[in-house]
């Protein structure tokens, strides 16, 4: 492969991947507008859904901030009732965050925004992206 070729290449792939980053941040905007909380603060709630509750090490290291911030965003959603501090039964030193009622109830309205139809497209693409980048990495 020529390097002119090669060059094109490496300029498409950041061209789509500066693209996908736009989308999914515009796709973060469409779901936290008119929402009270940030963006981290909604994002946060997201992965506890998805990752059934999270230790305050996990959340700073997905969200690189020290475990400082981690109490504060945690503080603010738990005086919300979105969110519980759970100790584990097999190490009562482990602190999980977990989502409360008022929790699941939130990450839920957040998608009220989107019809069936747009929901269930949403599910279909972002499968397929993961699926494509799963074969290149």
């Known amino acids: 492969m020529s390097n002119d070729r090669k060059m094109q290449n490496v300029e498409m792939i950041i061209k789509e991947m500066l693209e996908i980053q736009q989308k999914s ?4 905007n469409l779901i936290s507008k008119g929402e009270p909380l940030s ?3 909604l ?4 992965q506890l859904k998805i990752n059934g509750g999270m230790k305050a090490t996990e959340i700073a290291d997905f969200f690189s901030v020290t475990p400082g911030a981690v ?5 603010k959603l738990e005086k919300l009732d979105l969110i519980q501090r759970v100790r584990e ?8 965050m977990s989502l409360t009622e008022n929790g699941e ?3 839920h309205d957040l ?3 989107f019809s069936q139809e747009r929901l269930a497209d949403i ?3 972002l499968t397929n992206v993961n699926k494509l980048m799963s074969k290149i990495f």
Do not use: G
Request: net charge positive; proline share 0%; charged share 35%.
């Open 123 to 125: 599910v279909e693409v």
């Open 111 to 113: 998608f009220l925004k």
């Open 71 to 75: 109490t504060s965003m945690c503080d």
């Open 25 to 28: 941040k515009s796709f973060v």
């Open 105 to 107: 109830k939130k990450v």
């Open 89 to 96: 039964s097999e190490d009562r030193r482990v602190v999980k």
């Open 39 to 41: 963006q981290n603060q």
């Open 43 to 46: 994002i946060l709630l997201l």
